[in-house]
Every structure is written in structure tokens, then in C-alpha cells.
T-cell receptor, first 112, second 113 residues
Framework: DAGVIQSPRHEVTEMGQEVTLRCKPISGHNSLFWYRQTMMRGLELLIY????????DSGMPEDRFSAKMPNASFSTLKIQPSEPRDSAVYFC??????????FGQGTRLTVV | DQQVKQNSPSLSVQEGRISILNCDYTNSMFDYFLWYKKYPAEGPTFLISISSIKDKNEDGRFTVFLNKSAKHLSLHIVPSQPGDSAVYFC????????????FGKGTRLSVIA
């Protein structure tokens, strides 16, 4: 298995533009997590899905953020409109439900 | 509020010596603890874990100790190698599973040759 695949690896966009981050979890994993890494807050959970159903989105900072998981092999995190303070590294991770989660390589987002 | 705390943002250790990274948690419901290692421009990768029913788990050069009464865990790396230089994240999970890991802010370890 290729592991968790995220795209794009890097994204530079202008303030106000829509940004979509993509994630393909490991096949057979039924939990998917979106995390954001910043210097100030470390790795913070944004939202997670179990069996494609959103369970907890309380970590989503604002209504500008939304996430979907239309099927077991794909998830998106969308920011509309984007702002400079959204600049961070966004990680997707998947797991079988207990214990270890496997992370993708992340998307480094820069909003100018 | 930070449920998992890594109070040392950075640590420098000489090659061959022991590295000790510390982690404290506040939520007594956590029953499983993990350490992840992260290199620049890569995602965190799992290193070692421990269940709350144990107080020690060892894997080669890496040992994790858990003190439940103090709500404290530590990662020992011995001997430290330059390739161990990375950011180390402590994480915790609460039952019954299918819940997300809660991470600390990380400690940057530098092993000096």
C-alpha cells in the first residue's frame, strides 16, 4: 500500500481564493482525520470521520472550513475564502479505529 | 486547553548519550499513549506506544515509560544517533477506540555528533 496520499504537497494562493486539499486514506482503514500543524498550536485536530461519516468537527476553526468524505477512499478539506492566518501544514491521517494512525506527507498551504 | 503537554520545545544531546523526552497529560480517561517522530517536509511516523496497563515498553533503542499516578510518560533513546534528530510528538487516545489521537506540541531533538 502506498500509504496515505495527500495532494497537493504545496499550495500557494491569494487571500480570498478557495483552496481544496485532497486525501486518499489507506485501503481498509475506517477512520480518517484532518490535522493542522502550526508553531503555536502544534498538531491540532480539525475533523474526523468514521466509516465516511463526520463525527466531530468542533476543531474546524470557522465556517470557512468544510470537509467531506464522499466514499471510503477520498476526502477533501476546503477553505473558502482563504486568509493568511490559514497558512499551515495540513495533514490527513487514517487508522483502523484503534491505536496507531498513519499520516500523509502533508500539504503546506501558504495564503498571501 | 492542552490535554497533552510537552513542556520542552527543544532538546540537544550528544551522540551516544541518552535522550529523554517528557510528556504530561491531564485527561485520566486516556488509556493508550504513542510517540511519533517527524522529519522536515514529512508526515509524523509512529515510533512506539504503551497501553495504560503497562509501565514500560521497549523496542530496540527506544523505551517508553508510563507513570499513571503522575500522568506522565517519557521516551528514552539510548544511545542517541544523529539520525534521531527530529521533532517528537507525544499522543494519547481514550477508549473505546475510533477516537482521534490528541497530540502535544512536540519536542525538537538535536543529536550532535
Amino acid at each position: 500500500d502506498a500509504g496515505v496520499i495527500q495532494s497537493p504537497r504545496h499550495e500557494v494562493t491569494e487571500m480570498g481564493q478557495e483552496v481544496t486539499l485532497r486525501c486518499k486514506p489507506i485501503s481498509g482503514h475506517n477512520s480518517l482525520f484532518w490535522y493542522r500543524q502550526t508553531m503555536m498550536r502544534g498538531l491540532e485536530l480539525l475533523i474526523y470521520f468514521n466509516n465516511n461519516v463526520p463525527i466531530d468537527d468542533s476543531g474546524m476553526p470557522e465556517d470557512r472550513f468544510s470537509a467531506k468524505m464522499p466514499n471510503a477512499s477520498f476526502s477533501t478539506l476546503k477553505i473558502q475564502p482563504s486568509e493568511p492566518r490559514d497558512s499551515a501544514v495540513y495533514f490527513c491521517a487514517s487508522s483502523t479505529g484503534t491505536g496507531e494512525a498513519f499520516f500523509g506527507q502533508g500539504t503546506r498551504l501558504t495564503v498571501v | 486547553d492542552q490535554q497533552v503537554k510537552q513542556n520542552s520545545p527543544s532538546l540537544s544531546v550528544q551522540e551516544g548519550r541518552i535522550s529523554i523526552l517528557n510528556c504530561d497529560y491531564t485527561n485520566s480517561m486516556f488509556d493508550y499513549f504513542l510517540w511519533y517522530k517527524k522529519y522536515p517536509a514529512e508526515g509524523p511516523t509512529f515510533l512506539i506506544s504503551i497501553s495504560s496497563i503497562k509501565d514500560k515498553n521497549e523496542d530496540g533503542r527506544f523505551t517508553v515509560f508510563l507513570n499513571k499516578s503522575a500522568k506522565h510518560l517519557s521516551l528514552h533513546i539510548v544511545p542517541s544517533q544523529p539520525g534521531d534528530s527530529a521533532v517528537y510528538f507525544c499522543a494519547a487516545e481514550r477508549p473505546p477506540g475510533n477516537t482521534p489521537l490528541v497530540f502535544g506540541k512536540g519536542t525538537r531533538l538535536s543529536v550532535i555528533a
